[in-house]
T-cell receptor, first 115, second 114 residues
């Protein structure tokens, strides 16, 4: 799996957009970008994933650069409940093989949302 | 989505003893995964558990220390054997989603070894 680089921590005001960057310059053509978050004392939670195009769901938006070497997770209106560690993971999808189900977690970004 | 429960949610154990952690999923899944999260650290995969076969362990983890059972498609156990304070961690169970892209995690078992 490609290595990712994320800032250690970020702050955001409640109600504002939180933009979390991730660098993955060694990503290969068939690897996807996944975002998970871990709220304190809980297991990680899947947020969103993408291959090339920008993606949006009810939780967030994912912007992937044209060269796919970096991406940004956007929480459009951050709330206090969005305070968590956010992990950017680059890997092949769960299509079998020895990498099935193996998520390699880095240190992630600690996002703190302030009132 | 898959709903995963774990028991116990937390425990405090004495060194040299063993603890078995249970993981229950609300749907049948082929593969279940056990992760460890040491204090202040990120998650590390311990092993993959398939029903009807031996678990596959990642580098640095051995069956004698972390024996795993997988008696059916909705249940698995992880035992932490002969515990030492270095085993104090959160242990999480995980399963893949129905599609290719999602992974679900249980709430974790917080283990403290004295």
């Amino acid at each position: 799996d490609a290595k990712t680089t994320q800032p250690t921590s970020m702050d955001c005001a409640e109600g504002r957009a939180a933009n979390l960057p991730c660098n993955h310059s060694t990503i290969s053509g068939n690897e996807y970008v996944y975002w998970y978050r871990q709220i304190h004392s809980q297991g990680p939670q899947y947020i969103i994933h993408g291959l090339k195009n920008n993606e949006t769901n009810e939780m967030a938006s994912l912007i992937i650069t044209e060269d796919r070497k970096s991406s940004t997770l956007i929480l459009p209106h951050a709330t206090l409940r969005d305070t968590a560690v956010y992990y950017c993971i680059v890997r092949f999808p769960n299509a079998g093989g020895t990498s099935y189900g193996k998520l390699t977690f880095g240190q992630g970004t600690i996002l703190t949302v302030h009132p | 989505s898959a709903v995963i429960s774990q028991k116990p949610s937390r425990d405090i154990c004495q060194r040299g003893t063993s603890l078995t952690i249970q993981c229950q999923v609300d749907s049948q899944v082929t593969m279940m995964f056990w992760y460890r999260q040491q204090p202040g650290q990120s998650l590390t995969l311990i092993a993959t558990a398939n029903q009807g076969s031996e678990a596959t362990y990642e580098s640095g983890f051995v069956i004698d220390k972390f024996p795993i059972s997988r008696p059916n498609l909705t249940f698995s156990t992880l035992t932490v054997s002969n515990m030492s304070p270095e085993d104090s961690s959160i242990y999480l169970c995980s399963v893949g989603g129905q599609g290719l892209h999602t992974q679900y995690f249980g709430p974790g078992t917080r283990l403290t070894v004295l």
